[in-house]
T-cell receptor, first 110, second 112 residues
Framework: EDQVTQSPEALRLQEGESSSLNCSYT??????LFWYRQDPGKGPEFLFT???AGEEKEKERLKATLTKKESFLHITAPKPEDSATYLC???????????FGKGTLLTVNP | DVKVTQSSRYLVKRTGEKVFLECVQD?????MFWYRQDPGLGLRLIYF???????EKGDIPEGYSVSREKKERFSLILESASTNQTSMYLC???????????FGNGTRLTVT
């Protein structure tokens, strides 16, 4: 059974204080690892897809990395508008289904 | 930009009612999905469709059915609503198996 565990459950940062969110996964035949951002009252918004170990992707203050067992979402010099729940999901082989983690609630204080 | 529209943001229904949740996407995507999101449980897949004629059960299909009569529209049906179906329901679409999911803003359903 595919498993995705995100840590920490919640993270509170000061503006400008860089940190990382973790997504550990167990899946046989990873076809992709997906990061999403979810604001309160809205659906998740796609951020990145990573396909193989060693891959990295960046977008503004966010950088996602992937190993064979986990992915990190690094947030550099965060701003209050980065506050959201960040979700990680994995897809397996030719299966359309994504398995989601429970998310990390990030709060960035000004 | 892909737009996935869910017809209702909030719904309140009574136990035993038949409930229809509607979802429309405007990007000609082949694949459409229904998830529910609950605190502490995350997102769980109810049903998905990778072709107008093809529907498959996800992880928690019990008590639900789906309809996809047109490519752009995917409906979730609660045959006889129960209080344990109170939840946030999220519809999503994608172009291909490795394409990202594009989500609607959800329907918060309360069953009393």
């Amino acid at each position: 059974e595919d498993q995705v565990t995100q840590s920490p459950e919640a993270l509170r940062l000061q503006e400008g204080e860089s940190s990382s969110l973790n997504c550990s996964y167990t899946v046989s035949g990873l076809r992709g690892l997906f990061w999403y951002r979810q604001d309160p009252g809205k659906g998740p918004e796609f951020l990145f897809t990573l396909y193989s170990a060693g891959e990295e992707k960046e977008k503004e203050r966010l950088k996602a990395t992937l190993t064979k067992k986990e992915s990190f979402l690094h947030i550099t010099a965060p701003k209050p508008e980065d506050s959201a729940t960040y979700l990680c999901a994995v897809g397996r082989g030719s299966n359309y289904k994504l398995t989601f983690g429970k998310g990390t609630l990030l709060t960035v204080n000004p | 930009d892909v737009k996935v529209t869910q017809s209702s943001r909030y719904l309140v229904k009574r136990t035993g009612e038949k409930v229809f949740l509607e979802c429309v996407q405007d990007m000609d995507h082949e694949n459409m999905f229904w998830y529910r999101q609950d605190p502490g449980l995350g997102l769980r897949l109810i049903y998905f469709s990778y072709d107008v004629k093809m529907k498959e059960k996800g992880d928690i299909p019990e008590g639900y059915s789906v309809s996809r009569e047109k490519k752009e529209r995917f409906s979730l049906i609660l045959e006889s609503a129960s209080t344990n179906q109170t939840s946030m329901y999220l519809c999503a679409s994608s172009e291909g198996i490795n394409s990202p999911l594009h989500f609607g803003n959800g329907t918060r359903l309360t069953v009393t």
